[in-house]
């Protein structure tokens, strides 16, 4: 969310990323409601001095004065308590379309409505080049016995699988592995619930707009998150942070549910898009302002490139562009892993620089060293999703004999050169 003061004085700016992001939002119609919402308060605010005035003069009036003092009281009360439901409603939408309202892109970001218009930023590691017909993961998969991708579904449905034997201990290897990298960082590891309050998916932006891509539970108002993201922006939500606290670094570790709505069709073999899976996630709140935010941006970039290139996956780096990146994001880049079976690089991280567009939403608030409440940058990027990482993993590393030789930092954890 930007400030309403922000978007009085920018509405250019504002409207620009309205139009590159995509977003059906009239702005003409917010500034009106503003506009009535102010002229509404101040028509209250003289009404209560009027009424003020009144009360005021009661005790010195005259006693035959007094009915008519006091029904003249009355009637203002009675008109302010007209305007209050009528501001009320106002204020309502307003807060409604302001919740709509995208965060400005930063000026590098390529100009498009949707990925198609995304640039490759650069490009690391070594395709393989197999002197053998390489499997899919799936075929891997069902050579080595490492999961069940069929009978699992009779009970959880469509997108869901059930990893076995040694890949199911090469996931918990691997988020290990990144979780004592991030601890080594100075990220602070935070096994974080999926079970999250609609407020939660409001803070961070899903909410509203990407209701349908979230399981509910009605019973409880719950929802379960798609990613620790959620948890972990609305955690300090209502607090002050005092400025020595920051920047905050948490690793957040959960299990992340997504519905896939609009996906059908889309990755429905194997692991790449399932229903349920597990993230390590970086997670920043710094002080608001804008170099610290972009030093955080390239830190947990380069923490997640660094992760891949010790997995030796070749990966590319993303620039989003505007209609891609979404409204809460300043920036976004994502990474790409390549999948040898698709000869195609797949998003396997998401960075993102949002400043105080969720912090504004989430209520987060600091203070700094002049005793001003300000509210955080926040910031967030993959460190590790599983199963999907593991695509690239087990393709690019498979033998001609269809085994995975493991890269280097797995093996002591995994007991063996071999998956
Ligand atoms: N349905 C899914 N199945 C498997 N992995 C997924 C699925 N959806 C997302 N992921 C993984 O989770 C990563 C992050 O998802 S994201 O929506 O792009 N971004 C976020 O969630 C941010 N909080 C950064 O992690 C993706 O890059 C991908 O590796």
Redesign the pocket.
Known sequence: MLSLQFIRENPGAVRKAIGEKNVSLDLDALLALDAEVRALKTRIDGLRAERNAISDSFKSAAPEERPALGAKAKAIGAEISGIESDLGEKQAALDALLLRVPNIPWEGAPVGPDESFNTVVRTEGTIPDFDFTPLDHVALIEKNDWADLARITQVAGSRTYCLKGRLAMLEQALMLWAQQRLAADGFTLMTVPALARPSAFVATGHFPGHEEEAYFMPADDLYLA??G?IALTSLHSGEIIEADRLPILYAGYSPCF?R?AGSAGRDVRGL???HQ?Y?L?QYVICRDDEEESARWHARLLANAEAMLQALEIPYQVIEASTGDMGNGKFRMNDIESWVPSLGKYR????CSTLHDWQARRANLRWRDEERKVRFVHTL???AL?SP?ILVPLLENHQTADGRVKLPAPLRELMGGDYL
Not at 347 to 350: A, G, I, V
């Open positions: 798609g990613t993201e997504r896939e790449l898009r399932v899976f993230k996630e998003e396997t991280h998401s967030n990027n993959t999703a999907r």
